[in-house]
T-cell receptor, first 110, second 113 residues
Framework: QQPVQSPQAVILREGEDAVINCSSS?????VHWYRQKHGEAPVFLMI?????EQKGHEKISASFNEKKQQSSLYLTASQLSYSGTYFC???????????FGTGTLLAVQP | DVKVTQSSRYLVKRTGEKVFLECVQD?????MFWYRQDPGLGLRLIYF???????EKGDIPEGYSVSREKKERFSLILESASTNQTSMYLC????????????FGPGTRLTVT
């Protein structure tokens, strides 16, 4: 079952903050976040591992609540370049397989 | 830089045709993946491979098969294309360890008429 992302879409002005949430009905081992700009391939942003280790982007932060099976991506002081569709991918065990959410469309306006 | 390439950006095929989508990666990654992307449905995993000649079904394998004869190449095969397989197909690769990111190719937009 796919993770649920919220909101489905959000429009911001430059400099505003945004939070994108991702939740799963299954126990999680790690959460991956990707951004896809229009017409381009998804690009890796961040991995959050069970136990708290985090690897990824310096200007974007995220949290991972293992007990609630939820993750949130925090975009602060948004820039025009942040526009795109954000996907969370969740891994439920010792597997290389990710189950991706349905995506959150973020549009940053001047 | 990791590079994942896909054989075509756009492809138009007729119903019933056999379709091959090719993906090549140049970073000696063990894992390779095929996804399809549809509006409102996100990225859905069709098949993945964790080694040469090894494969595992994803969430929507029906109507598809795969082949991995060489480590760098992973092919997606539509045995008999149908209109409901019109979609964007994305290939990805990653190193063996599960905590590593996936690198995506540019995608192939397949239209089946």
């Amino acid at each position: 079952q796919q993770p649920v992302q919220s909101p489905q879409a959000v429009i911001l002005r430059e400099g505003e903050d945004a939070v994108i949430n991702c939740s799963s009905s299954k126990a999680l081992y790690s959460v991956h976040w990707y951004r896809q700009k229009h017409g381009e391939a998804p690009v890796f942003l961040m991995i959050l591992l069970k136990g708290g280790e985090q690897k990824g982007h310096e200007k974007i932060s995220a949290s991972f609540n293992e007990k609630k099976q939820q993750s949130s991506l925090y975009l602060t002081a948004s820039q025009l370049s942040y526009s795109g569709t954000y996907f969370c991918g969740m891994r439920g065990g010792a597997t290389n397989k990710l189950i991706f959410g349905t995506g959150t469309l973020l549009a940053v306006q001047p | 830089d990791v590079k994942v390439t896909q054989s075509s950006r756009y492809l138009v095929k007729r119903t019933g045709e056999k379709v091959f989508l090719e993906c090549v990666q140049d970073m000696d990654h063990e894992n390779m993946f095929w996804y399809r992307q549809d509006p409102g449905l996100g990225l859905r995993l069709i098949y993945f491979s964790y080694d040469v000649k090894m494969k595992e079904k994803g969430d929507i394998p029906e109507g598809y098969s795969v082949s991995r004869e060489k480590k760098e190449r992973f092919s997606l095969i539509l045995e008999s294309a149908s209109t409901n397989q019109t979609s964007m197909y994305l290939c990805a690769s990653s190193p063996a360890r599960t905590s590593y990111e996936q690198y995506f190719g540019p995608g192939t937009r397949l239209t089946v008429t």
